[in-house]
């Protein structure tokens, strides 16, 4: 009597964002090496800019746009500064 070999089944590649299996000639990989559809990945990729409103947009923006000022205003405050202590 012969045994027949049974096939091992084969560890698939999975999606890391959706579990199923993924065939190797269409996987892909995200930013971390991990095995995922591309569809995932885009859908996962989009909603990440998505947000509430245009009026968070609005108060994001200006909120931004005032710290960045700040920012600047500040280095510049501290340019004068070195500037008065190299000159003494």
Not at 49 to 76: C, H, I, N, Y
Request: proline share 6%; aromatic share 6%; net charge positive.
């Amino acid at each position: 009597m012969t045994s027949s070999a049974l096939p091992m089944p084969q560890p698939g590649i999975v999606c890391c964002i959706c579990a199923e299996r993924i065939p190797l000639e269409t996987s892909k990989t995200n930013e971390c090496g991990n095995a995922v559809h591309e569809e995932c990945y885009v859908r996962r990729t989009i909603s990440k800019f998505r947000t509430g409103s245009p009026v968070q947009l609005a108060e994001d923006w200006l909120s931004s746009m005032l710290l960045r000022a700040e920012l600047k205003f500040r280095a510049g405050a501290i340019s004068v500064e070195a500037k008065k202590k190299w000159r003494a």
